[in-house]
């Protein structure tokens, strides 16, 4: 009876022992996972702060794109008036002439 009972305390020792194995292994994969997963996120980190990097320098030459149009914009609109009062002009000038022609043909 005593070596049956060995038998049966070595059977269960043996299971234990595999369970302790497959424990450390399932333990020793999720470090490796929780490792890994932690070295993704920092890569990720690092991305996300050039790509915040690069969003801010290109946020910067917008402003300064969007003011020189609206400076450009203010130009435009001031040559537009030049061009304007000086068509105006020489509109005046011809009507002028034309009278002037026509009363010289008198």
Aim: aromatic fraction near 0%; hydrophobic fraction near 30%; proline fraction near 1%.
């Amino acid at each position: 009876m005593p070596c049956h009972k060995n038998t049966e305390l070595e059977a269960q020792l043996s299971k234990t022992q595999q369970e302790s194995l497959d424990i450390q292994a399932a333990l020793e994969f999720k470090t490796r996972t929780a490792e890994d997963q932690t070295l993704e996120i920092a890569r990720l980190n690092h991305d996300l702060s050039l790509k915040n990097g690069v969003q801010a320098t290109l946020d910067t030459e917008k402003a300064k794109i969007d003011d020189a149009l609206r400076e450009q914009t203010h130009k435009n609109t001031e040559l537009e008036a030049q061009l304007s009062k000086a068509q105006q002009e020489g509109s005046d000038v011809q009507v002028e002439l034309h009278t002037k022609s026509c009363a010289s043909d008198e």
